[in-house]
């Protein structure tokens, strides 16, 4: 198997001379498509700072509780997107 990463390049891909000298003669050979820039920004795990509103009393009763608001809101996201 082979990969080719287009993603920084100018989108040309360079084979061999002879592309059958990697597989057999009646082998099949198929290209597939994969967007690597969405498959990096799905597995890129950087911590991005937000600010956050939340009411006084709220606020009061979560520090009180020991509550990580950072952890919180990114249970809640990823429950209301489906992770």
Known sequence: ???FD???SD???S???NPTEKHGVGDTVTLVDVDVDAYRRK????????NLTVPFWLNEQA??????FS????EALKQKLGY
């Open 63 to 68: 520090e009180r509780a020991g509550i990580n």
């Open 6 to 8: 287009t993603s920084a």
């Open 43 to 50: 597995l890129d795990n950087r911590a991005v700072r937000k």
């Open 71 to 74: 952890c919180v809101l990114q």
């Open 11 to 13: 989108n040309n891909l």
């Open 1 to 3: 198997m082979r990969f």
């Open 15 to 17: 084979f061999s001379q």
